[in-house]
């Protein structure tokens, strides 16, 4: 196959755009001639994530739709038709012969788009509850792919989430010691990760910082990423004590995972899919919007054995010193939670769904001709 040409459609969040870059990416190792143009917004992160990946970016106007079929959806036309049409000039500039979707303001503009023009629309969903550009978007195609068995979507075959290379290959045991040494911890020892995201989560840095003498006291190291803007307030330890890192932000997270035996973080879709990958028990702790729809991320390796659930609101130091500190105290239960972890992910999809794209774009081309 030569020069396939691919619109991704996945912008404004970083759950929308790390996947649709991972997908890219994988596509264009499986075929370096592939011309991948991402469509995007003003609003939200595309103009600062996606460049920064290598792919030309196409703006279109942003629509934001809302999350359920409502009344609210009935008063977006005008501005859909607009955004429409936005996107079928950018499938026409580029010949495109496939749309790529995760979801987001730009893909219900080009799921609509590319039906009018007859293109094949190939459908992402990561997370477990769908959005209701995907939802209606199921319906116009049978190439349907989510991150479990459990997303409910008309035609939906699980595979996970499309990860980056360094972390869906991630070997956490000979990374370790040169990811302790990076981040000041001990080669020894049980290393809770700590993190509440890209923008950080205050209940989670306070429950943790405030339990960090206890975790002191229990040979416990932290690796505590606080987040942009979060400041974290530790007390003094003695010399001899375990190590309480905090930092604002990590860069390259699979040597974050790699020191890391256990990890205390929100249950988002990449989230929940990295740590799956590289085997990283975890205790999750949903963020408590849009009707839980964290918890339902979190749910399917919580059930195999792989994780712990808390509520935001159960979330104190207490908490951790009663029910945390045993697991990390406990090198045999913190190993069998890694293996169920593991069992429980996936690390192929970028390449399952790239593949099924290229696929898309034979079979277009075979019917034309």
Same mark, same amino acid.
């Given at each position: ?224 990423? %606080? $987040?942009?803007?979060?400041? &974290?307030?530790?007390? !003094?330890? *003695? @010399? /001899? ?5 905090? #930092? +604002? ?54 059930? %195999? $054995?792989?994780?712990?659930? &808390?509520?935001?609101? !159960?979330? *104190? @130091? /207490? ?5 945390? #500190? +045993? ?43």
């Amino acid at each position: 196959m030569t020069a396939p040409r691919v619109v991704v459609a996945g912008g404004h969040s970083a759950g929308h755009i790390e996947p649709t870059m991972n997908f890219a990416d994988a596509l264009r190792r499986l075929e370096p001639t592939a011309e991948i143009t991402a469509l995007g917004t003003v609003r939200g992160l595309d103009t600062t994530l996606i460049p920064a990946r290598g792919y030309p970016l196409e703006l279109i106007p942003p629509v934001p739709l809302p999350r359920t079929l409502s009344r609210a959806l009935l008063r977006t036309p005008g501005r859909l038709h607009h955004s429409v049409l936005a996107a079928a000039a950018v499938l026409d500039r580029v010949r495109a012969e496939v749309v790529v979707g995760f979801g987001g303001y730009v893909a219900m503009p080009a799921y609509l788009a590319a039906r009018k023009q007859g293109l094949p629309i190939v459908i992402h969903e990561a997370n477990a509850r769908p959005g209701v550009a995907n939802r209606l978007a199921a319906r116009m195609t049978t190439h349907v792919f989510t991150a479990s068995p459990n997303v409910r979507l008309a035609h939906a075959t699980a595979i996970g989430i499309p990860l980056r290379p360094a972390i869906a290959g991630l070997d956490r045991p000979a990374l370790r010691d040169a990811a302790r040494q990076r981040f000041g911890l001990r080669p020894g020892g049980p290393v809770l990760m700590v993190t509440g995201g890209s923008q950080g989560a205050k209940a989670i840095n306070a429950a943790v910082s405030g339990a960090a003498s206890a975790l002191r006291a229990n040979g416990v190291q932290v690796l505590h990423i %606080t $987040g942009p803007g979060h400041v &974290v307030e530790v007390p !003094d330890g *003695d @010399p /001899a004590d375990p190590p309480y890192v905090v #930092i +604002p932000y990590v860069d390259q997270m699979q040597y974050a995972y790699a020191a890391a035996d256990f990890a205390i973080c929100r249950s988002g879709a990449m989230t929940c899919a990295e740590l799956a990958a590289v085997g990283l028990p975890a205790a999750y702790v949903p963020l408590p919007l849009r009707g839980g729809e964290q918890r339902l991320n979190a749910e399917p390796v919580v059930a %195999t $054995g792989g994780a712990l659930l &808390v509520d935001d609101a !159960d979330l *104190d @130091p /207490a908490w951790i010193e009663t029910t945390l #500190i +045993p697991v990390l105290t406990d090198p045999e239960r913190i190993a069998a939670m890694s293996g169920r972890a593991s069992a429980a992910g996936a690390a192929d999809a970028d390449v399952v769904l790239a593949r099924h794209v290229l696929t898309a774009v034979a079979e277009r081309r075979g019917f034309a001709s």
